[in-house]
């Protein structure tokens, strides 16, 4: 029976490998059919199936997940980036930029919004300065993945292996992992990281065009006014001094200065407090105006700027639309319809004249701010058509953003000192910002990722399996025999390295899964310290660059980015291998001296 065992053992485990690398099907559900049939077959008991959901690393996960959703539906990460990237001029100096704060933002937060969010602002920065997003996006990945190391929470995969180390029985009495414990190797490689981007990724990656630039260039090009106020930063500033199409992505079309229209603009004209300006542009970089921080308003706005959440939305005038002819300053947007009109584009035909004093027409196109009663309103509409949601904008009140910013990473530093555990810091967090509606409570269950709590489960089973049968300790004793006569800092690389191939061509939850038990076993065997083993395999599963599938948010740009395996490999296996050499060295150093 013991025989039989050990033998499903291994043919589970080799289920989920190649269902996961041929994706035949998902990962939870792969994962639910090998616990199954360990139940099934009786290697597992129903009670240690189940004892993973009790997990307390799990919910650590779940809770960090909303509170990085939370962040998102706020919008205050978006706010914060609008104002520090849109300035950069240089490749070099973006790339700064954006790996500093991506990096040091993901140690403490969910990566994968983080990249979301930033991924905009890197296609409108490329598109305005003709450099190419292949060169920025997958670096944009590797600092979220570098960051993502340094702490314990700053990755899933992190939180995964302390869960495992929480709940394994094969070395009784082991510390869970802290906070910092992943620090020591985990900055300075973030720093290489960051100095090997630097040198290498312009050469590297190639300069291809995005699945994002194939859509933009078929974007409508639009009429938008805007108005220099007062205490405006460009006032005084030359037309090639305020560098508008670099920094807004829009084309000057005419200057209005009281009675007198400029078309033919000189590159010295000098900006003037109330001058009107009349650009051309995508709906994009339109809505990007709403945030303008150097002093370009919008006049057709209004008050509509003081909203607390708003969205962009382009709606089209029907053929038997009762608005034809009708001049816009006639419509009353504001009242009708809770909008205000922001932008026309009328197929290429060049507009003359205040955007208020054109006479609509079937088939125009126009962007509006929309205020919260606007779908409301225009249900049933026949008048116009509504095309699109641009964008959603939010604008949090203060009290919020020191609330979710402050009360995280409060729990974080209370956890860190060993005041007040993770978990009941953010449950209270998560209370807090709920009493105060800091966001709306109903959403939040809505994105709560329970196929990762179902892997992260079923995971912790697959492990007890796999100690209980024995086939932890035959694989360990493989890799031992292997790789010990080397010494033991080549049994960490073996260990590394095996980690590192499963996690990038199947999943890193998967690879810790099915490594963590065999890691620990082999400490345990030898006698060792088994801090550096659990560590060496989460460093391992959580820093993959040489697949786009081997990480979430390489995944999220491989696309966007126009990229092939190839550019992954070429760029990744010098930085997989860089920080194989010196995770090992760190470890080695502070564990087997």
């Not at 779940?62 to 990460?77: E, F, N, P, Y």
């Not at 560098?243 to 209005?256: A, M, N, R, T, Y």
């Not at 209004?302 to 959440?309: A, I, P």
Request: charged content about 15%; hydrophobic content about 50%.
């Amino acid at each position: 029976m013991e025989y039989f065992d050990v033998v499903l053992v291994f043919l589970v485990i080799a289920f989920i490998l190649v269902s996961l690398y041929k994706e035949l099907m998902g990962a939870a559900f792969t994962f639910f059919i090998a616990v199954m049939v360990l139940g099934v077959s009786g290697i597992l008991t129903p009670k240690e199936i189940l004892s993973g959901f009790a997990n307390e690393q799990i919910a650590v996960i779940i809770m960090l997940l909303l509170l990085g959703d939370a962040i998102r539906q706020t919008s205050v990460i978006e706010i914060f980036f609008a104002r520090i990237f849109p300035r950069s001029s240089s490749y070099k100096g973006f790339l700064v930029r954006m790996m500093l704060w991506v990096g040091g933002f993901s140690a403490f937060l969910n990566n994968t919004p983080l990249v979301a969010v930033m991924m905009p602002y890197v296609h409108q920065w490329s598109k305005r300065n003709n450099i190419s997003p292949s060169k920025l996006l997958i670096p944009l990945s590797y600092a979220a993945i570098l960051g993502g190391c340094v702490t314990l929470i700053g990755t899933s995969t992190n939180l995964i292996v302390n869960g495992m180390v929480v709940d394994q029985t094969i070395i009784p009495n082991m510390k869970p992992l802290e906070m910092f414990d992943f620090f020591w190797v985990g900055f300075p490689l973030l720093v290489i990281g960051f100095v090997y981007l630097y040198f290498f990724s312009y050469k590297m990656l190639p300069d291809r065009k995005s699945a994002m630039d194939n859509f933009t260039d078929c974007d409508r090009k639009y009429l938008v006014e805007a108005e220099i106020r007062k205490n405006s930063k460009l006032i005084g500033l030359s037309i090639k001094e305020a560098d508008l199409k670099s920094s807004h992505g829009l084309i000057l079309v005419e200057i209005c200065r009281g009675k007198h229209t400029f078309q033919v603009i000189d590159q010295e004209f000098v900006l003037r407090d109330g001058d009107q300006l009349r650009f051309a542009g995508d709906h994009t970089n339109i809505a990007n105006l709403l945030s303008d921080s150097n002093g370009l308003t919008l006049p057709s706005v209004g008050m509509m700027s003081k909203l607390k959440r708003s969205q962009v939305v382009e709606i089209v005038i029907s053929h038997n639309s009762t608005l034809i002819s009708k001049e816009v300053k006639e419509i009353y947007f504001r009242g009708k319809y809770d909008s205000a009109l922001l932008a026309l584009h009328r197929n290429g035909e060049r507009i003359v004249g205040k955007l208020d004093d054109v006479k609509l027409k079937a088939g125009d196109v126009l962007l509006l701010l929309a205020g919260e009663n606007f779908m409301s309103r225009v249900q049933g509409e026949i008048d116009f058509y509504l095309i699109s949601q641009v964008r959603e904008l939010r604008k949090p009140e203060k009290y919020k953003i020191w609330l979710l910013f402050g009360g995280t990473l409060m729990a974080i530093f209370l956890a860190a000192i060993k005041l007040v555990p993770l978990f009941l810091g953010l449950l209270i967090v998560l209370g807090m910002i709920n009493l105060l509606k800091v966001v709306n409570a109903k959403d939040l269950p809505k994105n709560i990722d329970y196929n990762l709590g179902v892997i992260i489960a079923l995971s912790l089973a697959l492990g007890t399996a796999m100690i209980k049968t024995g086939v932890a300790g035959m694989i360990a004793n493989f890799v031992i025999s292997v790789f010990l006569p080397f010494g033991r800092v080549s049994l960490l690389f073996g260990i590394y390295l095996i980690t590192s191939l499963l996690a990038a061509y199947i999943t890193n939850k998967a690879a810790v899964a099915i490594l963590f038990p065999i890691s620990l076993t082999a400490a345990k065997n030898l006698g060792l310290d088994p801090t550096p083993f659990a560590l060496v395999v989460s460093f391992a599963a959580a820093a993959n660059f040489i697949t786009p599938i081997g990480y979430q948010t390489n995944l999220m740009v491989y696309g966007p980015g126009g990229y092939n395996f190839k550019d992954f490999f070429k760029i990744g296996w010098p930085l997989t291998l860089i920080y194989m050499v010196v995770t090992v060295a760190i470890l080695s150093f502070m564990y087997f001296r």
